[in-house]
Structure formats: structure tokens, C-alpha cells
């Protein structure tokens, strides 16, 4: 089935650790984006990717870090994990220049 | 700056007809996105609008006046299921999506 598959489902992390977060598409879409949404505050972008090889800093990108090495794959890594990182991630793609966002089913990250 | 504004919370009856307005300002404009969230979902794509007027699709319109800034997202014969948070974004120049927090929809019987 062609979508977004994001791993781990939920998280408990305790301060100070690292952590990846990964998501992989399959539908050879350019671009792929990592959000953090909270509550009243809406999708705010973290990173984004236009394209393999590539990446850019959104809203709020202190304290994460991204990777493209290949169309599929967009992991996000928190260095040293903070409790206001707690939050429900999710990563999405799109085809680019006016294609629609495909999100994936997210990750529930809790700092303690 | 950017921004987008639209209600944070709205209830209806079943049955009936609700309208979800969105204003947004954005550097550059490549069209206005509606989103369906159910709680501890993902987002869903519901209606896309770059052209002037009303889109239709099923239950769901969806309307932009590129002129004033304005979107609408109507939703007739409501049903329960449609308990949901609606998201607004308008996608700028870079062809980056620009999020609103949301609307709450409330469906009561």
C-alpha cells in the first residue's frame, strides 16, 4: 500500500538521550516535511527536503536535525532530547510545486 | 508575515449545514488547502482551490476568493463522523504549506 510509514508509533524518552524518529515513502514524491503539532498551536514545520540530497530549517528547527540521502528515506534526530520536544510528530511528502501533503500516522514522543 | 486565521472552535447539529471560514496572508499564493483531523489521527486532504469559487465534492465545499484572502470549507447533512479538527493552509511561493491551528467541529445530535 503507497503511503508514509513512520517509526516508532509512540516513545518514551528520557532527557538527554538521542533519538531518531523515521519516515519512508513510497511514492518517489520530492519533497517530504517533519511537523511537531501541540496542542492549540497548530503543524508547526521543524525541517523540510525539496528534494534527495537536500534540506532546509522551518518554523522551529532548534534542537533537530535531518538527513535526505535518498528519495524514501527523511529521519529526524533530536541530540540531546528536551521535555518541551514532547510533542506528536508527523512527517508527510507531496509531489511538489502545488501537489498536496500525504502525512503519515505519527509519532507520539514524551520527554521526561 | 504569514498567517492564517480561522475559528478554533464551531458546533453543529447533526443534519445540518456548517461553514468553517479561513483568511490568510501569505507571501505569494499557490492555492488553499482544506484538511480533515480526527483526534489521534493523521491529517486527511480534502479540497484544493488555486481558481476564484466554490469547488464541490459530495458533502463537502469549498470556496476562495483570492482577492479578499478568504476561504470556506461547507459541510452539509452533517454526521457525527464529521467530529473532526478542520485545518486551513494556503501554500506560498515556495510552494510550502502555511498551516492554520485548526477548527474543533462539534457535531451534537
Known amino acids: 500500500i503507497a503511503g508514509i510509514t513512520q517509526a516508532p508509533t509512540s516513545q518514551i524518552l528520557a532527557a538527554g538521550r538521542r533519538m531518531t524518529l523515521r519516515c519512508t515513502q513510497d511514492?518517489?514524491?520530492?519533497?517530504m516535511y517533519w511537523y511537531r503539532q501541540d496542542l492549540g498551536l497548530g503543524l508547526r514545520l521543524i525541517h523540510y527536503s525539496n528534494t534527495a540530497g537536500t534540506t532546509g530549517k522551518g518554523e522551529v528547527p532548534d534542537g533537530y536535525s535531518v538527513s535526505r540521502a535518498n528519495t524514501d528515506d527523511f529521519p529526524l534526530t533530536l541530540a540531546s532530547a528536551v521535555p518541551s520536544q514532547t510533542s506528536v510528530y508527523f512527517c508527510?511528502?507531496?509531489?511538489?510545486?502545488?501537489?498536496?501533503?500525504?502525512f503519515g500516522s505519527g509519532t507520539r514522543l514524551t520527554v521526561v | 508575515g504569514q498567517n492564517i486565521d480561522q475559528p478554533t472552535e464551531m458546533t453543529a447539529t447533526e443534519g445540518a449545514i456548517v461553514q468553517i471560514n479561513c483568511t490568510y496572508q501569505?507571501?505569494?499564493?499557490?492555492?488553499l488547502f482544506w484538511y480533515q483531523q480526527h483526534a489521534g489521527e493523521a491529517p486527511t486532504f480534502l479540497s484544493y482551490?488555486?481558481l476564484d469559487g466554490l469547488e464541490e465534492k459530495g458533502r463537502f465545499s469549498s470556496f476562495l476568493s483570492r482577492s479578499k484572502g478568504y476561504s470556506y470549507l461547507l459541510l452539509k447533512e452533517l454526521q457525527m463522523k464529521d467530529s473532526a479538527s478542520y485545518l486551513c493552509a494556503a501554500m506560498d511561493s515556495n510552494y510550502q504549506l502555511i498551516w492554520g491551528a485548526g477548527t474543533k467541529l462539534i457535531i451534537k445530535p
Open positions: 508527510a511528502s507531496s509531489q511538489g510545486e502545488g501537489g498536496g501533503y500525504t
Open positions: 482551490n488555486v
Open positions: 501569505t507571501s505569494g499564493f499557490n492555492g
Open positions: 511514492m518517489r514524491h520530492n519533497a
